[in-house]
């Protein structure tokens, strides 16, 4: 005992390496993308039991180990029902191909990959900022006559998030159905609240709870999504979440973000995402009635579709539905996104399409609200630039949109940041639109931002410090464990 407690830290760095030794071959076993293994490597074995701790809470794949499943749901009778009837007549489906061209090839990628089929009948609002979601948010909540679902990353129960908590409260004390799932990490409840929403019959269900959450603020596997689904009629999707961070009224910083309203087929999709993220996290057995599918007719014809991503799906539907429309550009690609973080296959594609002399603009918060994300971003400037990509530092405050437009005939809008950790390991959801108008707003939309940009020129940026160098390149080390 005397001589193991001489040479404890011995003992303790013999087993450490051993474990990372371990650790390394699983890694490599599991065919990893490379760069995100060498990342683990490199912090297993340069941080002696730090490395370790990063690699249980963030280097487990649960796509492979298939611990999520949706099984349950998909496999039920009237979820199958549902997913036969959302079905396209040819001639709709030429039209959509004529307009897109090349760009329908996204509409089989989804199809085959995880079932996301094209619906035709919907309408769609563009919301900008959260002041404006809020107010129809809960002109739609007071309407509502049979249930209220939501699936949130962020709630709080501060100024707006009690507004819309209590406005739940009385719905669901009315007899009307309430159902929210709520990010352990992401959001905070008091327990006054909770107490207060269980009496009113409001359920609530914490989604991977965890014992600190203060603490945990990038443990893996989070539900990043941010869905409403009224009556089965309405869903909102996008960026905001339910706290007073993204509500300006409430704020000094400026908030931009985006977000939808969408009425019509498009919504049940949401509600069978939402109800596969809800029988994870729910005790009893889930049966899906056909009342939360109610059928609509729309006077307008906007084609949608639904790309979401998580350990729960097979592809990394987002991912690849972004790099198939870059890919398929002919004319310019617009991109706003809190986070530029991405994989070698976006940053191929985003390169190639510039040297192709497509005109391809980047918007991106000038001041981060997450410094290491900020130096993280910064590290790929430089080779985009190089490529022959525009770059914009939002400039008003803190950009928080996550919008994809391409040829002003495909958009995108969604809660997916443009990084490894929406791509590959948190549950997220984007909405695809393959319409004219409703691009054209959006690109609307884009420039007006580009108003309050400055735009980053490559004689300029090569001009930062070294030390800020020196960050980005740390930054970049663990770009795909941020």
């Known amino acids: 005992m005397a001589f193991i407690k001489d040479h404890m830290w011995t003992f303790l760095l013999v087993i450490n390496y051993s474990l990372a030794i371990f650790a390394a071959i699983t890694l490599m076993l599991k065919k990893v993308n490379p760069t995100k293994t060498l990342s683990y490597l490199a912090v297993l074995f340069a941080f002696p039991f730090i490395g370790l701790i990063v690699y249980y809470l963030f280097g487990q794949e649960y796509r492979k180990t ?9 496999n039920q009778n009237m979820v199958k029902q549902i997913e036969e009837e959302i079905s396209i007549h040819t001639e709709t489906l030429e039209d959509i191909q004529e307009l897109l061209e090349e760009k329908s090839k996204l509409i089989p990628l989804l199809i085959k990959s995880e079932y996301q089929k094209l619906t035709c009948e919907n309408e769609v609002k563009l919301i900008k900022n959260a002041d404006e979601k809020f107010d129809l948010l809960l002109e739609d909540v007071e309407a509502a006559e049979h249930h209220i679902h939501l699936e949130y990353f962020i709630i709080k ?27 352990d990490v992401g959001s905070s409840i008091s327990s006054k609240m909770r107490k207060h929403l269980k009496n009113c019959n409001v359920q609530v269900y914490p989604f991977m709870p965890v014992l600190f959450s203060k603490f945990t603020g990038k443990m893996n596997y989070r539900d990043h999504r941010k869905i409403i689904v009224i009556d089965g009629k309405i ?13 300006n009224a409430h704020n000094d910083t400026y908030w931009r973000d985006t977000h939808l309203r969408i009425t019509g087929e498009a919504v049940k999709q949401f509600q069978i995402l939402f109800f596969t993220t809800l029988d994870f996290v729910n005790d009893r057995e889930l049966s899906v009635d056909e009342e939360y599918f109610p059928t609509i007719q729309m006077k307008k014809k906007i084609p949608i579709q639904i790309a979401a991503s998580g350990p729960d799906t097979d592809w990394s539907n987002i991912m690849e539905s972004l790099f198939i429309a870059i890919c398929n550009a002919e004319k310019y690609i617009c991109i706003t996104t809190p986070y530029f973080i991405p994989n070698d296959e976006i940053i191929l594609a985003l390169q190639i399409a510039a040297r192709s002399e497509i005109e391809v603009k980047i918007i991106v918060p000038k001041i981060s609200d997450s410094w290491i994300a900020q130096y993280a971003t910064s590290s790929y400037i430089q080779p985009m630039l190089e490529a022959g990509v525009k770059f914009y530092h939002y400039t008003k405050g803190f950009i928080h949109a996550k919008t994809l437009v391409v040829d002003g005939v495909l958009s995108s809008v969604g809660t997916a940041n443009m990084d490894y950790r929406s791509f590959n390991i948190n549950f997220e959801v984007n909405t695809l639109i393959y319409n004219k108008s409703f691009s054209q707003e959006l690109l609307q939309m884009f420039n007006d931002d580009l108003k309050d940009c400055e735009e980053l020129t490559l004689e300029m940026w090569k001009q930062r410090s070294s030390s800020t160098k020196i960050k980005e390149a740390f930054a970049k080390l663990l770009a795909p464990l941020l």
Request: glycine share 8%.
């Open 66 to 74: 298939k611990i999520f499943s949706r099984k349950n749901v998909l």
């Open 157 to 183: 129960d501060d100024k707006i998030g009690t507004t819309v908590l209590n406005a739940l409260a009385k719905k669901a004390k009315s007899g009307v159905e309430v159902k929210i799932v709520i990010d």
């Open 235 to 247: 869903a909102y999707v996008g960026g905001v979440n339910i706290s007073d961070t993204y509500v």
